[in-house]
Nanobody
Framework: QGQLVESGGGLVQAGGSLRLSCAAS????????VGWFRQAPGKEREFVAA????????SYLNSVKARFTISRDNAKNTFYLQMNSLKPEDTAVYYC?????????????????WGQGTQVTVSS
């Protein structure tokens, strides 16, 4: 059974940066698109970013464009979310996920493997 494990979350001041990593084990991610979602307290889980299987196409939530960058290293079976210029409204639990196919998806149902989540807290 495949597993995804996030790391890199934490507490940061507004304007700071964090880099989240998602390492896959028991499942090769290279054939699949991968993505990041987040869930703030009292809110539904929302799409943040996704990248297709070869890294040639990406998609972002409008509010994180130009601040966040998703990337992947298929040789390491790992993908990343670089988050810059963080804002208090970015505070949430961030989840990594592997899609059911090679193409980018923005819907939760398009992903079948999920990490446990990592907390990102941005203080003002």
């Amino acid at each position: 059974q495949g597993q995804l494990v996030e790391s890199g979350g934490g507490l940061v001041q507004a304007g700071g940066s964090l880099r989240l990593s998602c390492a896959a084990s028991g499942r090769t991610i290279s054939p699949y698109a991968v993505g990041w979602f987040r869930q703030a307290p009292g809110k539904e889980r929302e799409f943040v970013a996704a990248i297709n299987r070869n890294g040639g196409s990406v998609s972002y939530l409008n509010s994180v464009k130009a601040r966040f960058t998703i990337s992947r290293d298929n040789a390491k079976n790992t993908f990343y979310l670089q988050m810059n210029s963080l804002k208090p409204e970015d505070t949430a639990v961030y989840y990594c996920a592997s899609a059911r196919g090679p193409f980018i998806g923005t819907l939760i149902g398009q992903y079948d493997y999920w990490g446990q989540g990592t907390q990102v807290t941005v203080s003002s």
